[in-house]
Structure formats: structure tokens, C-alpha cells
């Protein structure tokens, strides 16, 4: 665990850097991944000392590829990937850098560990219902367009579906099956010649400008612009 603590890489985790922070890409280590459309990196120390309990030694935002991989068998840090929406506050290289991203990073990891699955819970019926239920979301994500239908088809009270998905996953039910359908139709936005009103119809939005808002508020993008940000990449 002393390794762990002290050498954590942060991926996802500040999410704009300026531009003097940033490394000449032929000095920049080889463990990240290649598949990468676009990305702003910071380097601090990538030799962190081994008297400090903890230290972050780079970090910042990446826009993944479709062939995306994590492969970390050579990763000599351990990571965190925080995915978030914004711009960020930014970074600035001043003395205090270092020190300003621990600060974040154990804020960051004190959130992880506040919104964690409540100890000594993952075995009572109530999570095997969540999970029951939580499943059903995915499998049937295409069809489902409500909570009540979500509710009536996992034989549950709606106010309790509620409740559990707000103890168990910090969402509602519906929150979670609209974020299903919105990463679906990131993906297929992606192919080629593929039509915004075609997805949406898949994903049961009749109205195309419901599902360009509903998309938008999800990727940050309406599903126009997620088209020609792709195609730039």
C-alpha cells in the first residue's frame, strides 16, 4: 500500500492546463495510451520520492479514440480516471503546483470514498434488487423509455426504485438509462454517414430535438457537433 499511495498518476482529473505545462511530445513518456483523438497533459515529477506519503506526478484530459484500450501491465503509477463535465479552473506552473494537485487529489479521493457502496451492504436483499434491477436497465435499454415502465418491468414500487438506485449508484433509475443510451449513440454517431434523427429513433426519442437536447446535456455537445468534432479527429 506505502507504493500505491505514493505514486499515483491522474488521468481525467484537472481539466484545463495551460499551455506552458505542457511537454514536447518526443519527451513525453511512452505508458500513455496511443489511441488517443486529442489530449492536454501536465508533468510534475516523474521520479517521485519515496519519503512522501503521497505525490501526483502528471495528469490532465484526453478525448479517446474509438479503438481505446487500457492496458496498464507496464503502467508504473496507479491511476485514477475522473470523468466529469466542465471546463476546469486550469493549472498554473508555479512553485505550489505540486502540492495545489495532492490537495485536489485527496479531495478527489475522500469524494470516492463518501459516495462508495455503504459498508456491509453489498450482500442484503436490497443491493441483490438494485443489481437485479440495474441489469434489467442495460439489457433492455433500447425499449425502455420511462421509469414507470422500468418500474412495472422489474416488479418493483417506482418510489423504491428510487430510493435504491440513490443509495446504491447516486442517480435515479432513469438518469442511469439515459446515460446508457446517450454512450450508445456516441458510438454510433461515429460511423460514418450514420443520421442524428436515425439514432435517435433507435433509442426511442420521437422527437429529434428532444434527443439533440437530452445528447447534449450528457456529452456536452448537441449530436451535430459531436459529428464534426469526430470527423476532425
Known sequence: MDDLARKLHILDFILAVGHSFEMKSELQPDFFSIQIAKAN??????????????????????????????????FPFWGIEFVAQ????????????????????????????????????????????????????EDHRFELVSL??????????????????RRFDHQSPYQYLLRLKMSHAAMRLQVPGTAVKEVGEELGFADPAHFSRVFKKAEGLSPAQFVRFCRRC
Open 148 to 165: 414507470e415502465e422500468i418500474a412495472a418491468q422489474c416488479h418493483v414500487d417506482p418510489a423504491y426504485l428510487c430510493r435504491l438506485f
Open 86 to 137: 466542465g471546463r476546469g479552473n486550469g493549472l498554473s506552473e508555479t512553485p505550489f503546483s505540486g502540492r495545489v494537485c495532492v490537495v485536489l487529489l485527496e479531495y478527489l479521493l475522500l469524494k470516492i470514498a463518501e459516495t462508495a457502496i455503504p459498508f456491509g451492504t453489498s450482500g442484503s436483499s436490497s443491493f441483490s434488487t438494485y443489481r437485479r434491477c440495474r441489469q434489467w436497465i
Open 41 to 74: 497533459r501536465f508533468y510534475l515529477d516523474l521520479c517521485p520520492s519515496t519519503d512522501v506519503a503521497l505525490a501526483v506526478v502528471s495528469g490532465g484530459r484526453e478525448h479517446c479514440a474509438p479503438d481505446y484500450e487500457v492496458k496498464r501491465s507496464t
